[in-house]
């Protein structure tokens, strides 16, 4: 054994270059697999954090069971549990103003009698909380006396950025700094002013003492939460009580659907990274088919060759792997600090540093050394089948389609077959596993193609370089050796057909959910509550403003939900409460099965519901079954007569049933969500006018125009589908690092024949010229290959989509295809620069010398 590890190390330091590149394919692969997951859970972190924030909504809310305020030690006792990511303490005490307080004025009374004093730590309160200035600034560490307000309270009390506020306090009147102005509250409620900690506790004369402890876990799983929180209560004892997030709420729901997608690009960066580390060593060990059968010649034995392999890969695993793994730990640092300032522009969280686990190291070194020594072990058990003599004859000028059409190709094309069938099926399950099988028939019958294809793009070059007749010498080389230029092809097949399947995904969810949009939200106003879609956490008005606005001169339809919360199959669901004439003639619902007339008109005759496709897909009903809901007095049932969504609820597990029977089964009659239109001809300006003087005793709505709100969320389709496109240009990007390596190393392997070219005549330029038409040809093989399996990809993943309840138009992706095919190309050219050049480069004599 120590011999064969001294002939591995031997060979590997005796071509270091060929060493060298071989490696680096093996640190990219690793880099690939560990920087993307590094830095994902630290995005699905963010958006957990930000999700809860947006609705002031942390995983556990801890108080006192007295009700009063306890020291602040015991917020590190909180820190220290195990799954606990995010903790904040704060001290919180409202604070009464007498009469008149602020303007003097007994005509006039007050809108504010009292204000809710809030103490926090700026940096741990932020990770919890949205933090949205509008003016100036946040507080900073430094601060003293300073505060932060709403709009809606500097405008109430006459103040503004930089002035002072005046409150009464344990230690007196007592003036604070304004240093930022938030978004006006729409919560009931009393106004808020935030200062720092210390102040807090020094104004309300309790120092050292915090009354809440918010805290955010690591986890969406029901029983690993469920310990958490008992680890928590056994740190803090029974004078404790925890406000625990339940993991059936809207909010987690939300969360588990986000964390999915991006779950999504964890494996294909997997995927990209084993294969390029597959493709690449396999490479390499197809070129040594002639030193193998030397081995073979001298006496080793077919064992010995084996052994031989597998340590060679160890070695190169070992030390690719580590450096692939430092390397995407940087990687993932440096894009972390790259996006946070965006990050915390827009969502307004911090992101943390790349998270690295035992799990992710082991998993990442396993990939780079088991994949490596698994790539290699393949061909060198075939290569050591042949016998010596066939080893070291030379390859045949020509290869035949006959000897390449064997068991590979033919098993391929059983693949592809398969997969066609599972395409026609429409069945999602059958065309996810159709798409592996598409993908892996279109590599196995690869080898078999190059030879046709060559020739056909080959006579394309030829009339590009008819001068130098080197398009013919690339077209030979190729067909030579057509198992090698197919290894290098699939490199390109799979980075393209990623990124064919996220152009059809991205094109037909934006076109769906942009037709979902404007279909839904089609209203000339609305009157938003603070969270939307997210209803259970709002608070809305009564029936009484629903008539004020209806009475309003020129105002046509008034259209509003009402929500109640309940179960179908231990699903939770969301309810929402709907007039149906009043609701079509403002928005409307998608329908994926039945008919929306007939089922509109039953929900106003009994217990009839429509069920949105992602509860139909969670719970497992369909149109026509009776359904059991949990309501406050007990069990009732229901008959599903639609399955249909809209733009706002889509992504949660929502049922819509009349307001009738959501008030009868379920007490509900606050409206939370309004949608207006104006008759022809009406005033539009009056008629908003009017609905602001409706709304000034609910300042949980804000009133927005309907063709402003379609363009916000459009605004925010693009910025999203630019982010996921950049994700997905990274996850190709490897196949043009691929090439250049398989292309570099191809090179080296024809040192003697370039030599030999070079020796008979052929200039740098030529010889330049021969290894870009090789490129290319290489590249317009992977890019046909990659666009079919891209095809058939973005099929199965719109597919997919309404096998989980999200039913989306599948929309052919032309300017995708148009791009990618450009983008194949291009990379083909791009990659045969770095190879042409040390072709043209080499040195006559030394490259006949070569062995």
Same mark, same amino acid.
């Given at each position: 054994?120590?011999?064969?590890?001294t002939?591995?190390?031997?060979y590997?330091?005796g071509?270091?270059?060929?060493t $060298?590149?071989?490696t680096?394919?093996?640190?990219?692969?690793v880099?690939?697999?560990?920087?993307?997951?590094?830095?994902?859970p630290?995005?699905?972190?963010?958006f957990?954090a930000?999700?809860?924030?947006?609705?002031?909504?942390?995983?556990?809310?801890?108080?006192?069971?007295?009700?009063?305020a306890?020291?602040?030690?015991?917020?590190?006792?909180?820190?220290t549990?195990s799954?606990?990511?995010?903790?904040?303490?704060?001290?919180?005490?409202?604070?009464?103003?007498?009469?008149?307080?602020?303007d003097?004025?007994s005509?006039?009374?007050?809108?504010?009698t009292?204000?809710?004093l809030?103490?926090?730590?700026?940096?741990?309160y932020?990770?919890?909380?949205?933090?949205?200035?509008?003016?100036?600034?946040?507080?900073e560490?430094?601060?003293?006396?300073?505060?932060?307000?709403?709009?809606?309270l *500097?405008?109430?009390?006459?103040v503004?950025?930089?002035?002072?506020?005046?409150?009464?306090?344990?230690?007196?009147?007592t003036?604070?700094?304004?240093v930022?102005?938030?978004p006006?509250?729409?919560m009931p409620?009393?106004?808020?002013v935030?200062?720092?900690?210390?102040?807090?506790q020094?104004l309300?004369?309790m120092p050292?003492?915090?009354n809440?402890?918010?805290?955010?876990?690591?986890?969406?799983?029901?029983?690993?939460?469920?310990?958490i929180?008992a680890?928590?209560r056994?740190? !803090?004892?029974?004078?404790?009580?925890?406000?625990?997030?339940?993991s059936?709420?809207?909010?987690?729901?939300?969360?588990?659907?986000?964390?999915?997608?991006?779950?999504?690009?964890?494996?294909?960066?997997?995927?990209?990274?084993g294969?390029?580390?597959?493709n690449?060593?396999?490479?390499?060990?197809?070129?040594?088919?002639r030193?193998i059968?030397m081995?073979?010649?001298?006496g080793?034995?077919?064992?010995?060759?084996?052994?031989?392999?597998?340590?060679?890969?160890?070695l190169?695993?070992?030390?690719?792997?580590?450096?692939?793994?430092?390397?995407?730990?940087?990687?993932? !640092?440096?894009?972390?600090?790259?996006?946070?300032?965006?990050?915390?522009q827009f969502?307004n969280?911090?992101?943390?540093?790349?998270?690295?686990?035992?799990?992710?190291l082991?998993?990442?070194?396993?990939?780079?050394v088991g994949v490596?020594v698994l *790539?290699?072990?393949?061909p060198?058990?075939?290569?050591?089948?042949?016998?010596p003599?066939?080893?070291?004859?030379?390859?045949?000028?020509?290869?035949? $389609?006959?000897?390449?059409?064997?068991?590979? $190709?033919?098993?391929g094309?059983?693949?592809i077959?398969?997969a066609?069938?599972a395409?026609?099926?429409?069945?999602a399950g059958?065309?996810?596993?159709? *798409?592996?099988l598409?993908?892996?028939?279109?590599?196995?019958v690869?080898?078999?193609l190059?030879m046709?294809i060559?020739?056909?793009?080959?006579?394309?070059l030829?009339?590009?370089?008819?001068r130098?007749?080197?398009?013919?010498?690339a077209?030979?080389?190729?067909?030579?050796?057509?198992?090698r230029?197919?290894?290098?092809a699939?490199?390109?097949?799979?980075a393209?057909?990623?990124?064919?399947?996220?152009?059809t995904?991205l094109s037909?969810?934006s076109?769906?959910?942009?037709?979902?949009?404007?279909k839904?939200?089609?209203?000339?106003?609305?009157?938003?509550p603070?969270?939307l879609s997210?209803?259970?956490?709002?608070?809305?008005?009564?029936?009484?403003?629903?008539?004020?606005l209806?009475?309003?001169?020129?105002?046509?339809?008034?259209?509003?939900?009402?929500?109640a919360?309940?179960?179908?199959?231990?699903?939770?669901?969301?309810?929402?409460g709907?007039?149906?004439?009043?609701?079509?003639q403002?928005?409307?619902?998608? $329908?994926?099965?039945?008919?929306?007339?007939?089922?509109y008109q039953?929900?106003?005759?009994?217990?009839?519901m429509i069920?949105?496709?992602?509860?139909?897909?969670?719970a497992?009903?369909?149109?026509?079954d009776?359904?059991?809901?949990?309501?406050?007095?007990g069990?009732v049932?229901?008959k599903?007569?639609?399955?249909?969504?809209?733009?706002?609820?889509?992504k949660?597990?929502t *049922?819509?049933?009349?307001?009738?029977?959501?008030?009868a089964?379920?007490?509900?009659?606050?409206d939370?969500?309004?949608?207006?239109n104006?008759?022809?001809?009406?005033?539009?300006?009056?008629?908003?006018a009017?609905?602001?003087?409706?709304?000034k005793?609910?300042?949980?709505?804000?009133?927005?125009?309907?063709s402003?709100?379609?363009?916000?969320?459009?605004?925010?389709?693009?910025?999203?589908?630019l982010?996921?496109y950049?994700?997905?240009?990274?996850?190709?990007v490897?196949?043009?690092?691929?090439?250049?390596?398989?292309?570099?190393?191809?090179?080296?392997?024809?040192t003697?024949?370039?030599g030999? !070219?070079?020796?008979?005549?052929?200039?740098?330029?030529?010889v330049?010229?021969?290894?870009?038409?090789?490129?290319?040809?290489?590249?317009?093989i992977?890019?046909?290959l990659?666009l079919?399996?891209?095809?058939?990809?973005?099929r199965m993943?719109?597919?997919?989509?309404?096998?989980?309840?999200?039913?989306?138009?599948y929309i052919f992706?032309?300017?995708?295809?148009?791009a990618?095919?450009?983008?194949?190309?291009?990379?083909?050219?791009l990659?045969?620069?770095?190879p042409?050049?040390?072709?043209a480069?080499?040195?006559?004599?030394?490259a006949?010398?070569?062995e």
């Open positions: 054994m120590n011999m064969l590890f002939l591995a190390a031997r590997l330091a071509r270091k270059l060929r $060298f590149l071989t680096l394919a093996i640190v990219f692969g880099l690939v697999i560990f920087g993307m997951n590094t830095f994902l630290a995005f699905v972190q963010t957990t930000n999700a809860m924030a947006a609705v002031g909504q942390a995983d556990a809310t801890i108080t006192n069971v007295s009700g009063e306890f020291p602040a030690e015991m917020l590190g006792k909180v820190q549990v799954g606990v990511t995010n903790v904040a303490g704060t001290l919180e005490r409202p604070v009464g103003v007498p009469a008149d307080f602020f003097h004025d005509a006039a009374p007050d809108r504010i009292a204000v809710t809030v103490g926090i730590d700026p940096a741990a932020h990770t919890l909380n949205a933090i949205n200035i509008i003016e100036g600034r946040y507080l560490a430094a601060d003293q006396g300073a505060a932060v307000i709403t709009e809606s *500097a405008d109430a009390v006459s503004k950025l930089g002035d002072s506020l005046r409150l009464p306090t344990a230690t007196g009147l003036d604070l700094t304004v930022g102005l938030l006006q509250r729409l409620g009393n106004e808020e935030l200062v720092m900690l210390a102040d807090a020094t309300l004369n050292g003492k915090i809440v402890i918010d805290a955010n876990f690591d986890s969406l799983d029901e029983a690993r939460r469920a310990e929180e680890d928590i056994a740190a !803090l004892g029974s004078s404790y009580t925890i406000g625990v997030l339940q059936g709420s809207e909010l987690l729901t939300n969360v588990k659907t986000a964390q999915m997608i991006m779950s999504l690009f964890g494996v294909l960066a997997l995927a990209m990274g294969f390029i580390i597959f690449t060593f396999r490479t390499i060990i197809a070129e040594r088919r030193d059968g081995l073979r010649a001298i080793a034995s077919r064992r010995t060759i084996t052994w031989l392999i597998l340590i060679e890969g160890l190169q695993g070992l030390l690719g792997s580590a450096v692939g793994i430092l390397l995407g730990y940087l990687f993932g !640092l440096v894009v972390l600090k790259l996006i946070t300032p965006m990050i915390q969502l969280v911090k992101i943390g540093n790349p998270g690295v686990t035992l799990g992710l082991v998993g990442s070194v396993a990939i780079g490596t *790539a290699g072990l393949i060198a058990r075939a290569a050591s089948r042949v016998t003599l066939e080893a070291l004859r030379p390859t045949l000028g020509v290869v035949s $389609f006959k000897k390449l059409a064997g068991v590979g $190709f033919w098993s094309l059983v693949m077959v398969i066609v069938a395409l026609l099926s429409d069945n059958l065309i996810g596993l159709g *798409a592996l598409f993908t892996l028939g279109l590599i196995l690869a080898p078999s190059v046709p060559s020739r056909l793009f080959g006579g394309l030829a009339l590009i370089f008819a130098q007749g080197t398009a013919q010498l077209e030979g080389n190729l067909s030579r050796q057509p198992t230029a197919a290894i290098t699939s490199t390109t097949l799979i393209l057909a990623v990124l064919v399947m996220a152009a995904v037909s969810i076109l769906t959910f942009t037709n979902m949009l404007e839904s939200l089609a209203g000339d106003f609305l009157m938003t603070p969270s997210v209803w259970g956490v709002n608070t809305g008005a009564s029936p009484r403003l629903a008539e004020e209806r009475a309003i001169d020129g105002m046509e339809v008034v259209s509003t939900l009402r929500y919360g309940t179960q179908i199959n231990g699903v939770a669901v969301g309810l929402l709907i007039v149906p004439q009043d609701y079509t403002t928005s409307g619902l998608t $329908f994926i099965d039945g008919d929306p007339q007939t089922a039953a929900m106003a005759q009994g217990r009839n069920v949105n496709g992602l509860l139909g897909s969670t497992g009903v369909k149109l026509g009776t359904v059991t809901l949990l309501t406050p007095t069990e049932q229901y599903i007569v639609g399955i249909a969504s809209d733009y706002l609820n889509a949660t597990t *049922a819509y049933l009349s307001q009738a029977n959501i008030a089964d379920f007490g509900r009659t606050e939370v969500f309004y949608q207006m104006v008759k022809d001809g009406a005033d539009k300006d009056a008629v908003k009017a609905i602001h003087q409706a709304i005793q609910y300042p949980q709505f804000k009133l927005i125009a309907g402003d709100y379609l363009e916000q969320n459009r605004s925010l389709f693009d910025s999203i589908f982010a996921f950049a994700m997905m240009i990274f996850l190709a490897p196949s043009l690092i691929a090439m250049v390596n398989t292309l570099a190393i191809g090179v080296i392997e024809r003697r024949e370039i030999t !070219l070079r020796a008979v005549g052929a200039t740098r330029r030529q330049r010229t021969v290894i870009l038409a090789e490129a290319l040809i290489l590249a317009a992977g890019t046909g990659g079919l399996a891209g095809l058939y990809m973005g993943a719109v597919s997919a989509f309404a096998a989980v309840g999200f039913p989306v138009d992706p032309l300017s995708g295809v148009i990618t095919a450009a983008a194949g190309l291009l990379f083909g050219a990659a045969a620069i770095l042409a050049r040390q072709a480069g080499m040195n006559v004599v030394e006949l010398r070569f």
